[in-house]
T-cell receptor
Framework: DAKTTQPPSMDCAEGRAANLPCNHS???????VYWYRQIHSQGPQYIIH???NNETNEMASLIITEDRKSSTLILPHATLRDTAVYYC??????????????FGQGTILTVHP | SQTIHQWPATLVQPVGSPLSLECTVE??????LYWYRQAAGRGLQLLFY??????ISSEVPQNLSASRPQDRQFILSSKKLLLSDSGFYLC???????????FGDGTRLSIL
């Protein structure tokens, strides 16, 4: 199973971009990179996912390196409400019809005024 | 749009008592359904998943069971709760295939 490595914590000033890195050097060719976040005492919230190409949605951008061994989640203008634990996950369900997410410890992002 | 409901939000149960947590999804059909548990200060652990009615797969051996009596209903049960069953239980759904999972608000279960 492909595993991910994330820094345990990061800080960001409100209004600035938050860049959260993730290493997944053992990722396989058909495995997607997913990002979720969990605000205290709530269920995880899906943010974005990708396979090879960079992706952008209303919440964030996902930059995946060409060798797919690492990725960066970018929150372009962080707000206090973005303070949460951010999880980078490689979907390791292979060719099955269901997703199997393995949540690690994630990165605690603290956005300060 | 699709929504997922879990209840109750919090639950305090004595050791040895039964458990039933319910999860329902609206606005979609034939979803994949999942039960996760998060112990205090730790990551989420997948307990069960279901790709269809009556089809349940268990990821880890435990004191819990799951059932899917209807297409959009997923139930987590136990006949006799243990202290180690305490935790934050989360239900999630996704479309078939490699699609994002969407989580409910969870049930915080405390065993006394």
């Amino acid at each position: 199973d492909a595993k991910t490595t994330q820094p345990p914590s990061m800080d960001c000033a409100e209004g600035r971009a938050a860049n959260l890195p993730c290493n997944h050097s053992t990722i396989s060719g058909n495995e997607y990179v997913y990002w979720y976040r969990q605000i205290h005492s709530q269920g995880p919230q899906y943010i974005i996912h990708g396979l090879k190409n960079n992706e952008t949605n209303e919440m964030a951008s996902l930059i995946i390196t060409e060798d797919r061994k690492s990725s960066t989640l970018i929150l372009p203008h962080a707000t206090l409400r973005d303070t949460a634990v951010y999880y980078c996950i490689v979907d390791n369900a292979g060719g099955t019809s269901y997703g199997k997410l393995t949540f690690g410890q994630g990165t605690i992002l603290t956005v300060h005024p | 749009s699709q929504t997922i409901h879990q209840w109750p939000a919090t639950l305090v149960q004595p050791v040895g008592s039964p458990l039933s947590l319910e999860c329902t999804v609206e606005g979609t059909s034939n979803p994949n359904l999942y039960w996760y548990r998060q112990a205090a200060g730790r990551g989420l652990q997948l307990l069960f998943y279901s790709v269809g009615i009556g089809q349940i797969s268990s990821e880890v051996p435990q004191n819990l069971s799951a059932s899917r009596p209807q297409d959009r209903q997923f139930i987590l049960s136990s006949k006799k709760l243990l202290l180690s069953d305490s935790g934050f239980y989360l239900c999630a759904w996704s479309e078939q295939g490699h699609q994002p999972q969407h989580f409910g608000d969870g049930t915080r279960l405390s065993i006394l």
